[in-house]
């Protein structure tokens, strides 16, 4: 996944505000769905107190692990118009992943880079909006490339709501979805978070798949994950070496887990399918792989966020513990 540190924006003259904030929203939701996505909200762009605590405290905690751009941007997370001053409204879309079938890559990343894809998107809805907003209106696409708490803001916008497993479930879809934002200066009514059911996590209710699913146990409590026993964190954004635990946690995976969303039942629909793209990338391939041939075969891919360095560490692991079978 990309990511940035804090950048300051300008700061443009506030547009008039339209006569109508809850007809830009509707126009807003429409056009996302016209583009592809399944479900969009629009929040303000200020994140609730008890949402920032929550999150404080999970940095002081160091369950991000290596993850320090988390701690460098906190403040940016907390009020995203601490350097998005202009910033007044944000759309969140939801995108959802192709199905298949179990693989040593999680499913998000097979084929193209989900980032570009949801990015061309929503510059089609920023296009499609602007007939529907004052003139000089702004807009900022944001795919895992501003400094905000995107399931929070999804979630308070009724996009869906954070499971036990700490993943946005939208209803009738699931949980196999990547998200993305609009960031607006023009006004627009927010859209309620989902209604008649409990706050989240207590929608789940009773069940605790993912918790007693995951491999490496790495919830220590619902929808509170420690970063640094997940294996999308090891397999990903880890850049150390990997211990021999770690090793043998990975169980041949390469890049990403998605156990946690496989035996959640808000998933159940989505039906098995042998996908478009490969489930699996040969770990004995990836070993030998220079650096050219990494930008070559992953310059597109979000698989290039483990870097050729972490994707071979990953690989040689993957190798040394004999990896011969497709793990989810």
Known sequence: MQRCGPRREPRFPPPPAPSDPGAVTRAAVEAARRNGFVAAGVARAVAPAPTWERFAAWLASGRHGE???????A???RDPGSILP??????????PVPPGPPGNVARYARGEDYHDAVRRALHRVARDLRPSCPPGTHFRVSVDT??????????RSGVGFVGKSGMLIVP???????????LTDVEMEPTPPLAGLPADPERCGTCTACLDACPTGAFVAPAVLDARRCLSYLTIEKRSPLDAAEEEWLDGRLFGCDVCQDVCPFNARRAASSGTEPADLDPAELVELT?????ERFGRSAVRRATREGLARNARAALRHGATVTRP
């Open 67 to 73: 993850m320090s751009w988390l701690a460098r941007d």
């Open 86 to 95: 202009w910033c007044r409204s944000i759309l969140s879309v939801a995108r």
């Open 172 to 182: 009738g879809v699931g949980s196999h979805v990547v998200l993305g934002e609009l």
């Open 75 to 77: 403040e940016a997370r």
């Open 291 to 295: 650096g050219a041939g990494f930008e």
């Open 146 to 155: 501003a400094p905000l708490l995107e399931r929070e803001l999804a979630a």
